[in-house]
């Protein structure tokens, strides 16, 4: 098991940016491939990123390429998500989590955080 915990949320107007990160802690974190979901209030919770145990792969949703980044820092067992040009519409309570492998789905995530709320204002 690997104890994972965001922080960096807030409220930004439209066009602001923030940075998210996920620590964790537990089993070696580079051992795991990780993920940023997202969950709006009355939506499914979706794939916003993930990147491999080494950095070397990465995906973005759609939804969200071109404004998001995901990065690592194994050395400080440190998982972020750079949101840049933020929209009302990426409003949602942001987790991140851990897997075996590198994957898009949550499925194959066995470990997860609290999440993190995000508000963007019009």
């Known amino acids: 098991q690997v104890q994972l915990v965001e922080s960096g949320g807030g409220l930004v107007q439209a066009g602001g940016s923030l940075r998210l990160s996920c620590a964790a802690s537990g089993r070696t974190f580079s051992n795991y491939a990780m993920g940023w979901f997202r969950q709006a209030p009355g939506k499914e919770r979706e794939f916003v990123a993930a990147i491999s145990w080494s950095g070397g792969s990465s995906g973005i949703a759609n939804s969200v390429k071109g404004r998001f980044t995901i990065s690592r820092d194994n050395a400080k067992n440190t998982v972020y998500l750079q949101m840049n040009s933020l929209k009302p519409e990426d409003t949602a309570v942001y987790y991140c989590?851990?897997?075996?492998?590198?994957?898009?789905?949550?499925?194959?995530?066995?470990?997860w955080g609290q999440g993190t709320q995000v508000t963007v204002s019009s």
């Open positions: 989590a851990a897997a075996p492998r590198y994957t898009y789905y949550s499925k194959e995530y066995n470990n």
